[in-house]
């Protein structure tokens, strides 16, 4: 906070209802209340929880009667509850042994004079977050004052028609009521317009840079040669669905007109969305230009590179076994030079990989974000296709961008993203959906397993074993660092095989591992060299091995839905009866719930459907990228707000494309200071 605009936008996150204090008395079992009572004692003690960490426990009541709280794992409140301290606490009270009590509840010590003014004010008191140190009470004098000095300079930038029609509160009384509201409804009302207003900027920022994207920076036509593409779809060895063909229509119909595609195809694992940005690429090159394939992971650009090399080869050959291979195909008339550039790669290998992608030798190039950001200039570039969009997308769009490049742009997502959010996150793209799957997958059985079910499901994998299948087994997620994620899967596999499976061939995949010996490993396991594949949650995207029947994933309570359900699309994609085990130590109800979901959900898009409302967005997001952070007010779940600003964002833009008219300056200006605070907003 430096400035007083700062400080009158630091929210409250909540407010204490003062306005409704009860009487211990009148407390009720389960429900969200506020006493105001007296310490009676307060005492550290050992309670569940860490044994290293005392806990507080206290009896306090007022002239109706007692009731106790507990704090868990935080023994330093005792220290601030001397007998006589007079306490305001809010929160669920539960009942313990017959008894009511309050379980890690919202305190607030007071003293004397705050006592009156809370009281006799008999309002709402806002609560902020706020860093160690620092006192709700001295934050709300700051803020009280800041708001009395400096309230009439708040200057109104949306335009009445919008305010009027939207009926929304005024800037200025919106500020106001965040911090002081009224009422419970001004308090809503206040919070309705400013997420309105995240929203609308958010939404108009993406309506101009969709446009520019477009308008201003034209792309290349591409006059690209249909017998290519025809001839390598005719090699496939499966017809497209009818899916794979609208969206692949629509992207050749995007690609071959001069102004820059910006295209999302989605997916659920396993849709096929590989062979439709092929088919894209292909498109690019037999115009004779370059394309360019990134992806979020190492292993999943080497992945892509190996897929797209066996995809393109068919029945026709290649030539060289590092990173660029000149494949003929026998529908190409001619050789087409794949390159494959990483980070890891050693400087050598990269600087001659860049000079062939910079001489324009190199067609398609696969790589991890790396590709854009270690200064390759594909001098051809036509065609971006960016995997797994949601993880980072938005900022390879500025890079490429700042490059001066302007290729079309196809970003792949298998993360079925909830409508409401996709408006959200990427309304400045437009949308393929794959939304029917390859014919032939077979249901996945899936089983949520206890601790004591483990030799069970080691069993059950012996068996499927014994029938001649394989069987993927993810370790758990860490998500500190790659050295300790790398560290638990040897660990793993190191029990596995030396332990429970000594006499099976088991094999170790993850992200640290040279890429020849990845691909030595993925050769194995796909030559059915290999029984059990131990391998690090980077197996998620990409793998394909038709004979896999069972995906047992360990410390799945650490994963998101969709990332389970992304793992489980690992199998399942061949003839067999495929399973997977979901195990899990230690679950707690939270824990359970969620994968039970993924029990009973086969769909990705209702899973993430349930995944969003039961873990809010940040499983989406999972970057400052999406902007998502930089929104102090909206929430993902204010959809019908979200609603409305979209609908009024494109209402003004067709009104005022460049947002040139007097009554619209503030909004261009907010607009602009928006981009300016944020770089890589978007
Ligand atoms: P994702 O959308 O998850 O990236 P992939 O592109 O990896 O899916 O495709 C999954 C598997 O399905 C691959 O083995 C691919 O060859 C196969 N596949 C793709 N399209 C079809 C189709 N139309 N019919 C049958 N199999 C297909
Ligand atoms: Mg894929």
């Known amino acids: 906070i430096h400035t007083v605009r700062d400080l009158i936008h630091h929210f409250p996150f909540r407010h204490n209802d003062f306005a409704h204090i009860r009487k211990v008395s009148e407390l009720e079992y389960g429900k969200e209340q506020t006493v105001l009572v007296s310490v009676w004692e307060a005492t550290k003690t050992q309670l569940g929880g860490n044994p290293r960490r005392a806990s507080t426990q206290a009896v306090v009541g007022d002239e109706t009667g007692n009731v106790r709280a507990v704090w ?73 004052q800041a708001l009395k000095a400096c309230s009439h300079q708040i200057e109104e930038f949306l335009p009445e028609d919008i305010r009027h029609r939207e009926g929304l509160m005024g800037l200025q009384d919106a500020i106001g009521q965040m911090h002081y509201p009224n009422s419970t409804d001004d308090a809503n009302a206040a919070r309705r317009r400013l997420a309105f207003d995240e929203f609308l900027i958010m939404q108009l920022a993406m309506l101009q840079r969709r446009r520019e994207w477009k308008e201003e920076h034209a792309g290349v036509a591409l006059e690209y040669d249909s017998a290519v593409v025809d001839g390598f779809m005719r090699s496939l060895p499966f017809p497209l669905t009818k899916a ?22 989605q997916g659920d694992v396993g849709s096929g969305k590989t062979v439709v940005a092929l088919a894209a690429l292909l498109a690019a090159v037999s115009a004779g230009y370059q394309g360019v394939l990134m992806a979020p992971t ?20 290649y030539q060289g076994d590092g990173p660029v291979v000149t494949v003929q195909a026998e529908w190409a008339a001619k050789p087409i030079k794949l390159g494959l550039l990483i980070g890891s790669m050693t400087k050598k290998v990269k600087t001659g990989m860049q000079e062939a992608v910079s001489s324009g030798e190199v067609d398609i190039l696969i790589g991890t974000h790396a590709v854009i950001q270690e200064g390759v200039a594909p001098p ?6 960016v995997d797994e969009q949601h993880r980072f997308g938005v900022m390879q769009r500025a890079t490429l961008r700042e490059k001066g490049v302007r290729p ?65 087994v993810v370790c758990p997620l860490i998500q500190e660092s790659d050295a300790l994620q790398t560290r638990a899967a040897t660990e793993e596999y190191d029990k596995l095989s030396q ?133 102090k007010v909206a929430r993902l779940s204010d959809t019908d707000i979200l609603a409305m600003a979209r609908r009024e964002a494109t209402r003004l833009v067709d009104a005022d494309p460049d947002l040139q008219k007097p009554e619209h300056a503030g909004i261009a200006g907010a607009i602009q200071a928006r981009q300016q605070g944020v770089a890589d907003f978007s």
């Open 72 to 144: 868990f794992n935080r023994g330093f409140i005792a220290d601030q509850l001397k007998p006589g301290t007079k306490l305001v606490l809010s929160g669920k009270a539960g009942a313990f042994r017959g008894q009511l009590v309050f379980e890690s509840p919202e305190y607030e010590v007071l003293r004397g004079q705050e006592l009156d003014e809370l009281i006799h004010t008999g309002r709402l008191v806002p609560v902020y977050p706020k860093t160690e140190g620092l006192w709700d009470k001295s934050l709300r004098n700051y803020i009280r």
């Open 244 to 265: 794979q063909q609208r969206a692949q229509d629509e992207i050749l119909r995007d690609v071959a007109t001069d102004r820059s595609m910006s295209r999302m195809l």
């Open 298 to 317: 190492e292993v999943l650009a080497e992945q892509h590179f190996l897929t797209v090399r066996r995809l393109l080869v068919g029945k026709g050959s």
């Open 380 to 385: 051809n570039l036509a065609l971006a296709v």
């Open 408 to 472: 079309h742009l196809l970003a792949m997502s298998a993360t079925p993203i909830p409508r409401s959010l996709y408006l959200t996150l990427y309304g400045d793209l437009d949308i393929s959906v794959l939304d029917e799957m390859p014919p032939g997958r077979q249901e996945i059985r899936t089983r949520v397993v206890q601790p004591e079910g483990r030799e069970a499901a080691y069993e059950m994998v012996r068996k499927e074993v014994g029938k001649g299948r394989q069987v993927f």
């Open 499 to 631: 332990q429970v499976f000594p006499d099976l061939r088991v094999g170790l995949l993850h992200g640290k591992l040279p890429l020849k010996e990845k691909e030595r490993v993925m050769g194995e396991f796909q030559q059915r060299e290999m029984d059990i594949l131990v391998a690090t949650p980077v197996i998620e995207v990409g793998i394909d091995i038709p004979n896999a029947s069972v995906m047992m994933i360990d410390g799945a309570e650490r994963f998101g839905l969709s990332q389970l359900h992304q793992l489980r699309g690992r199998v399942g994609r061949g003839e067999h009866q495929s399973y997977c085990l979901l195990l899990s130590d230690s679950p707690g109800e939270d824990a359970r719930e969620r994968l039970r979901l993924v029990e009973r959900l086969q769909d990705g898009f209702k899973l993430a459907e349930e995944d969003l409302r039961l873990r809010g967005p940040g499983d989406y997001i999972g970057t400052r990228q999406s902007g998502f952070l930089e929104f």
